[in-house]
């Protein structure tokens, strides 16, 4: 009865083991039905003496296999080779292709690190600050629209309800800067940080986003104030350190 199995129960390097440790004559066929590759191992004596990929045969074919990850694999007893490429002792094979292998790893690894660090350095200040708003309000159970604005009380970026226009936002937010600005600078309490303006119907937070704007959140009323406040200086934190 032919031995079979997903290479999640048995690794290729255990298979390797298993066969030369046991001496057999044997078949090993392993496949890659997404792909649809097929390589074939023979054993005898204790040894892999033949392998196969397409056109490709000898070690470089183990070397192969042994870089899969996922398969199917199916061993057939007393099957022989057809010829010997391999003259190597499969301890040497086998370590030799588990090196190229883990060398493969860590080559896809930074190739994959490269290519994140280009996407996101491709993606303009914009998107990433839409990104951040966009999260927010999605996220939050408590804010309805966020913004920020610069000092001279132009909107950068927004997320608000349909029906309020930015560019009130931004003069509003900008006078409410301006006074407490002055405010806690007449009753010297240093620079500004945040404003909390409660209304009947929710409340407006602005807070410092560095140097060059500040962040609005509008919430509904009735809300946690202490989750509110906590998710605004997250926010305004990303945005800071996007705008630099």
Known sequence: MALKGTLGDLSIADLIQLHCQSGNTAQLTVQNEAEELRITLYFAGGEVVHAEFGALHG??????????EEGTFEVAQDAAAPARTIEIPWSALLMEGLRRADEQRQAQTITDT????????????????ASVLSQLVET?????????VGRDGL??????PSQMEQARVGAVAAAILSLSGRSVGQLERGD????LIQGTDGNIIITDAGKNAVFVALTGK??????????????A????????
């Open 192 to 195: 500004f940080e945040q404003t």
């Open 222 to 235: 009735d809300v946690n104030l202490g989750m509110v406040f906590l998710e605004v200086r997250e926010s």
């Open 155 to 160: 909107i950068i970026a927004a997320q608000l």
């Open 114 to 129: 490269a290519k994140e660090q280009t996407t996101m350095a491709g993606e303009t200040r914009r998107e990433r600050l």
């Open 140 to 148: 939050s159970g408590d804010i309805r629209g966020a913004g920020v």
């Open 59 to 68: 070690p470089e074919a183990v070397y192969e296999l042994l870089t899969w």
């Open 237 to 244: 934190q990303a945005v800071a350190d996007i705008l630099g």
